[in-house]
């Protein structure tokens, strides 16, 4: 009977640890961050606080950023945060805040990184938000539009490079200008 009793404290041990640990899933995330869309709180924000890289937007987006000052790229990298940052994370939570939306499926694809599916009005039925689970905390990665993106050569254009990339000069008075708006 002694036997028997040690078994089973230790199956129920074995079941019980890695449950205790189980962070929450990429539909228990979402659902707590839809929660919170009414009025933003600290799990949306969260969620959507590193949507934005600044350095390496700024490295990929600007043509003569490797001869740049250690100053001129700091400034830089600190006013794209405000402006190109504060509209993404701003898009953000209206992608995930979509009045109606519902997650339809959910994949892993790769290491860490999560597809979902949503269904909501006016939704491309193509396109995914994307999430990295990062280990201590899920992050929002932004939308897969069907298969291609974007995003980094329309803030090209919309930074003076047209279909290139501009100069520092150049991109530093785009932003100035989206930043007195």
């Not at 404290?9 to 919170?36: C, D, N, Q």
Request: proline content about 4%.
């Amino acid at each position: 009977m002694r036997a028997f009793a040690v078994i089973l404290a230790l199956a129920t041990s074995a079941y019980a640890a890695p449950h205790a640990r189980t962070k929450p899933g990429i539909r228990e995330v979402f659902g707590a961050a839809r929660r919170e869309c009414a009025r933003p709180g600290a799990r949306l924000t969260s969620l959507v606080a590193r949507v934005f890289d600044p350095a390496a937007f700024s490295a990929a987006v600007v043509a003569d950023w490797v001869a740049r000052s250690t100053d001129e790229q700091a400034a830089f990298v600190e006013l794209a945060d405000r402006v190109v940052g504060g509209e993404e994370r701003a898009d953000a939570i209206a992608a995930i805040c979509v009045p109606g939306a519902r997650i339809a499926s959910a994949w892993e694809q790769g290491t860490n990184l999560w597809f979902v599916k949503v269904h909501r009005p006016g939704f491309d039925e193509c396109t995914s938000l994307m999430f990295r689970d990062e280990g201590d905390r899920w992050s929002y990665d932004g939308v897969w539009f069907c298969g291609v993106s974007i995003w980094m050569q329309e803030w090209r254009r919309k930074l003076g490079g047209g279909t290139g990339r501009p100069d520092y000069a150049t991109a530093l008075a785009r932003l100035h200008q989206r930043d007195a708006r």
